[in-house]
């Protein structure tokens, strides 16, 4: 089966499409010079020269917050419009079979809780969740007025070589010995192995439907930071006192965004967020792996 990935230089590509040609025949589609299909998505409806089985949809611009409209702008461009665009392009070729799209938990707009499953209302209100939440509705209407099967993916966290976001800041911090752990850190949040994406997609071909993907374990960022040290042979980060760690923050509220900690960054350090895998694992019989055994920072 042919197999159309979009944004498949970013971290996810790198790591999901060597897996993904084990299983299908893969072109892609972004804005590299190596991409099959060099277009962006987010200002044009790109020419389609063959006929794809599936689309996996992974283009996207990643979680952040924008200083400005015009930053703002750009998450709808590119994680809405992009889409649009997509579809547009597949209409005026032949349309796949299924389509698979990698949306986000912050689609949910919940910053602590435990459990979250994908009955939780959508109550995202960032520019990043709102245009996943936008592109999330195109979709499903697009994929029934075109019979297209359709797959909705929202990871967690997601570990795997080189990892970009929190968790690379969190590498680098332990690496750089910068980082320190706060009231022991033990917060735990969702995690999904990268390599495990490429694993859910033949199940969600045949399937389709909306899945939270994260591992059964929900690690704590004790048990993060032991398992980064180990790797990196450093000693294991100091743990700060909350109250030393709340005066920090009550700081920060006062200089800025530029302080390295604030009292809403303390609370997402110190609080716990983790959602329910068991629809996926129930409905498309998908056994996560062990991020706390498995995970290799390189």
Known sequence: MKLLFTGASGFLGQNVKPLLENTYKVKTMGLTETDNFNTDLSKEIPKLTENFDIVFHAAGKAHGIPNSAAEEKVFFDVNYQGTVNLCKALEESTLPKAFIFVSTVAVYGVEFGNNISEDHPLKGKTPYALSKIQAEQYLTEWCVKNNVKLGIIRPSLIAGPNAPGNLGAMINGIK???????????????????????????????????????????????????????????????????????????????????????????????ESLTFSNEKAKKELGWKPINVLENYKIK
């Open 176 to 270: 750089i010995g910068k980082y320190f752990s706060i009231g022991g850190g033990n917060a735990r949040k969702s995690v999904i192995m990268v390599q495990d994406i490429a694993n859910l997609i033949p199940l969600i071909v045949e399937k389709g439907g909306i899945y939270n993907v994260c591992d059964d374990v929900q690690p704590s960022f004790r048990e993060l930071e032991i398992i980064i040290s180990k790797q990196l042979n450093k000693k294991q980060p100091k743990s700060i006192p909350y109250f030393i760690a709340k005066a920090m923050a009550l700081v920060g509220d006062l200089l800025g965004t530029k302080a390295p900690i604030n009292s809403l960054k303390l609370k997402k350090i110190t």
